[in-house]
């Protein structure tokens, strides 16, 4: 198909999966909305491409030849410019375990098939939009010796310095902001992910395991049977 000339600020989406005819609907659609659209058939492509493409947005499959869709997430989050770039999948996969699965390398929404292009866009679109009313570089939190940096998705604590993924950010960004205040996981997903979004509530679990795995285990506390919370007198080692 001829792509649609899209503008220079359109954002960046790289669509990746080996069904051809999914590829040019999503892509269609897409360049519809304004997108800027690049496409693979399997995952070590999508690598390839995405290294030099830096998209702001992945549409990913989950099974595909050469590298399924969960490594090639995995791949992608440990690419430091893409730490920041959406992964939405778009599986016909629905285990639970595979969702578990996808949100434990990081992704931002797992859809399954069949795909509603309308609807998917919808999503997309919001998605961007959440993105462009929250975007202030000036944000900034210091708290507890911890120093939490909207600018580049940053916490530094001490000598240490981490880059967080956007939803890891998000909710310690979020938690950080309402410090020794309890929310519950359905809380978080509605602050975070959004009521457009369905993310199982273990979706909030895996990233504050993640979370606590590079800040330490004593910022984010855990209140069984009601939720978490960010506390301002982290307990010392």
């Known amino acids: 198909m001829n792509p649609t000339k899209a503008s ?10 080996d069904d051809a005819d999914l590829v040019e609907l999503l892509q269609y659609n897409l360049e519809k ?3 800027d659209v690049r496409t693979a058939m399997d995952g070590l492509k ?3 491409v995405a290294r030099t493409y ?3 947005l992945v549409l990913l499959d989950i099974m595909m030849p050469q590298l399924d869709g969960i490594e090639t997430g995995r791949q992608m989050r440990a690419i430091p410019e893409l730490r920041q770039t959406y992964i939405l999948y778009l599986t016909a996969r629905s285990e639970e375990y595979s969702e578990v ?3 434990d390398i990081g992704a931002d929404d797992y859809i399954t098939k069949p795909i509603k292009p309308r609807a998917l866009m919808s999503r997309i679109n919001a998605l ?3 993105e462009a009313q929250k975007a202030d570089p000036g944000d900034r939190i210091e708290i507890a010796g911890l120093t939490i940096n909207r600018q580049n998705y940053s916490a530094n604590f001490g000598e240490k310095s981490v880059v967080l993924p956007k ?3 998000e909710l310690l ?3 950080a902001q309402h410090p020794n205040k309890v929310f519950s996981r359905e809380e978080l997903l509605q602050r975070i992910w959004g009521a457009d979004i369905y993310v199982l509530e273990r979706t909030v679990d895996v990233h504050i395991r993640k979370l606590r795995e590079k800040i330490g285990e004593t910022y984010i506390r855990t209140l069984k049977g009601v939720g978490y919370m960010f506390t301002d007198e982290p307990e010392q080692a």
Do not use: I, Q
């Open 8 to 17: 220079t600020s359109a954002h960046r989406v790289l669509v990746v999966d």
């Open 173 to 175: 960004f979020f938690l």
């Open 46 to 48: 999508a690598l390839e």
């Open 167 to 169: 939803k890891e950010f």
């Open 128 to 130: 961007f939009r959440r």
């Open 33 to 35: 909305e304004g997108y």
């Open 101 to 103: 699965a996808a949100f």
């Open 54 to 56: 830096m998209p702001e």
